[in-house]
């Protein structure tokens, strides 16, 4: 079956813009999360959905926001971009929610670079 | 708060040289996974670990779960090229949260 489709793969935007990035998890799987990645961070985690409603938040400003849809898709926005927002943003869905027991399979991730 | 750090940071090896990494937890953690990235690429999961003690092995890798729960390695028998990348733990806490935190990583390089 597909896997997690982000996109786009590659964004450009000027400081001060808004973004919003798009995922679409494995089919069947209710559950999705977002990690920010960058090279002196490592992986951070945004937030996680599962059926709707968001059911963890990672430590990040109320800037970086997501909603999930009915179908599962989701989308985190990131209002008045800063430098500091440039990094590669993973989604990741899995079965069950918070990963309980399952593994969480990845996307390709967007790049996303602020100038 | 609640931390997973991972060591070293990176690691270079000779091929057919062992490499192990360590992931240690701040808190009691209920499960925890392991994840390769690949150069360029996005986390791959590897395995999960539930019980206290407990060994698993995928061919050349070893993955143990501390008595305690809140550490865990993974040991690389006879590098190859093909094990280069970055390797990831991410932990379950008991409590507190439902989110599993993402160790700091291992960069492994390999050298032919």
Redesign the interface.
Known sequence: KAGVTQTPRYLIKTRGQQVTLSCSPISGHRSV?W?QQTPGQ????LF?YFSETQ??K??FPGRFSGRQFSNSRSEMNVSTLELGDSALY?C?SSFL?????????????TRLTVV | GQQVMQIPQYQHVQEGEDFTTYCNSSTTLSNIQWYKQRPGGHPVFLIQLVKSGEVKKQKRLTFQFGEAKKNSSLHITATQTTDVGTYFCAGKPTSGTYKYIFGTGTRLKVLA
């Open positions: 999360s990690y490592g992986l951070q985690f996680e059911r963890n990672g430590n993973l990741a929610a918070g990963q309980d027991y399952g593994e969480a399979f990845f996307g390709q991730g």
